[in-house]
């Protein structure tokens, strides 16, 4: 006896009907090779996510606190590691075909896994409302409009992304990485041009600038260690292994680096006296400075674009997870979250910008950690199996604790590495004295 109520039943026709015309996004199973996508839009994807204007204004936070060549070190290696963390999570899924609440489920059980994929959707809808908040504020100072309307406007477009599912990203990226390369080296080169290179790489920061390589280290692994250790749901939809590490590279370090530049060398350059990269010291804070009608028009579309990319990637990662976990469809699950979303960002959230990142570089890498182990050095074979795996929450819990050390006795050091390295060792500790036997990596 079919228990389905008729206004189920008809919301359950309305879904299909909007996945036959916008795409099936394969909430549930693996994505089929006939449905994979080209390197092209994989790429289109990954690299529209982190060039961003954040990511630039986390560069200038960079560069205020430790100094521009530090911080250049901090940049370079912080996306080096986040490379190899985020190519070896995605290869994961690229080769499943599996989203990221699917492959936690190998790892954590089939119920653990909500744990894993329901604390990491959280914290991306998080991210959705900073990066929202972001938005409105930028709008807001810079002409004199409402804050709430012009982040409600911003979520609502936001949302609309996402609707559309794996391909809003890729249209989305298309528009806006072009228009942050051009708009964003133009801003650093023209700030440069007010001074030197040479003064550029010799700024010391601000006074008594104290931020150490460890803390620099966190802040650029933090900024997208959330997203990163969901890869799977995006380079799901690869074809192969090379399109995936290739559309992986396109992020970090090629797109994460750059915005990351952006920010700092245009700080450097221009030497504020206690400058605000949330405030006017920042690339659109400069384009609005001209004082050009026609350039802060461009401004203004420029931002909504470009931060409508990290928000619409954010969204359809913590969609993606809640609908697994609810059983639902990530299109409903992009509006409700969305919805969510936007009145947690009207109230000011995005001024916890850098205490969200103290927070990600706690409790997000530790999962991947013990992914990646488990997954290449374990158990690279194994399906679904168990409702729980004790072994992999006691493994989280040490990482979590040890980087709660880390942060508040040890600044010198890189709490997300502490945490990643602990997790992963205790996991491998305990997959030991439990007998599990290693096995070689599947091809």
Same mark, same amino acid.
């Given at each position: 006896m079919n228990s389905t109520s008729p206004k189920q039943a008809g919301i359950e026709a309305v879904e299909r009907q909007v996945d036959h015309i916008l795409g099936e996004e394969y909430e549930h199973e693996p994505v089929p090779m006939t449905a994979r996508r080209s390197l092209f839009s994989v790429t289109m994807v990954w690299i529209g996510f982190p060039m961003i204007i954040t990511g630039a204004m986390t560069g200038s936070l960079l560069v205020i606190g430790m100094g521009f060549s530090r911080a250049l070190w901090a940049m370079v290696i912080g996306n080096l590691i986040m490379f190899a963390y985020v190519a070896a999570l995605g290869l994961l899924g690229t080769r499943r075909g599996t989203n990221f609440a699917l492959l936690a489920s190998i790892v954590f059980g089939r119920k653990g896994y909500v744990f894993a994929s329901g604390l990491l959707s959280t914290l991306l809808l998080g991210w959705y409302a900073v990066q929202t908040g972001i938005t409105g504020a930028l709008v807001s100072n810079a002409y004199g409009l409402n804050y709430v309307l012009m982040t409600v406007v911003a979520g609502v477009l936001y949302v609309g992304i996402t609707f559309v599912g794996v391909r809003g990203l890729h249209w989305v990226g298309l528009v806006s990485v072009p228009l942050f390369v051009i708009l964003g080296v133009w801003v650093a080169l023209d700030a440069v041009a007010q001074t030197?290179?040479?003064?550029? &790489? /010799?700024?010391?920061?601000?006074?008594?600038?104290?931020?150490?390589?460890?803390?620099? %280290?966190? =802040?650029?692994? #933090?900024?997208?260690?959330?997203?990163?250790?969901?890869?799977?749901?995006?380079?799901?939809?690869?074809?192969?292994?090379?399109?995936?590490?290739?559309?992986?590279?396109?992020?970090?370090? &090629? /797109?994460?680096?750059?915005?990351?530049?952006?920010?700092?060398?245009?700080?450097?350059? %221009?030497? =504020?006296?206690? #400058?605000?990269?949330?405030?006017?010291?920042?690339?659109?804070?400069?384009?609005?400075?001209?004082?050009?009608?026609?350039?802060?028009?461009?401004?203004?579309?420029?931002?909504?674009?470009?931060?409508?990319?990290?928000?619409?990637?954010?969204?359809?990662?913590?969609?993606?997870?809640w609908s697994r976990i609810l059983n639902s469809h990530m299109r409903l699950a992009a509006v409700l979250l969305g919805a969510i979303g936007i009145a947690v960002a009207a109230g000011n959230v995005w001024a916890f910008f850098i205490e969200w990142l103290s927070l990600l570089g706690i409790l997000v890498p530790p999962i991947g950690a013990i992914i990646l182990v488990d997954q290449y050095v374990f158990r690279p074979r194994s399906e679904i199996a168990e409702d729980w795996r004790p072994t992999a929450f006691i493994a989280w819990a040490a990482g979590s604790a040890v980087a709660v050390l880390v942060e508040t006795s040890a600044p010198q050091w890189s709490t997300a590495i502490s945490a990643m390295l602990v997790a992963g060792l205790v996991y491998a500790a305990l997959c030991l004295l439990a007998g599990e036997r290693r096995t070689a990596p599947a091809n």
């Open positions: 030197s290179w040479s003064a550029v &790489f /010799a700024y010391g920061g601000k006074a008594g600038a104290s931020m150490s390589m460890g803390v620099g %280290l966190t =802040v650029v692994i #933090a900024l997208f260690i959330d997203a990163g250790t969901v890869s799977a749901d995006f380079n799901r939809w690869a074809k192969d292994s090379r399109s995936s590490l290739i559309a992986t590279f396109s992020a970090f370090p &090629f /797109a994460n680096l750059l915005a990351m530049l952006v920010g700092g060398v245009t700080t450097a350059a %221009l030497a =504020v006296p206690n #400058a605000n990269p949330f405030g006017a010291d920042n690339m659109f804070g400069y384009m609005n400075g001209k004082q050009l009608a026609w350039l802060s028009l461009l401004a203004f579309i420029f931002l909504y674009i470009n931060l409508g990319s990290v928000c619409a990637h954010c969204l359809y990662n913590a969609a993606t997870g």
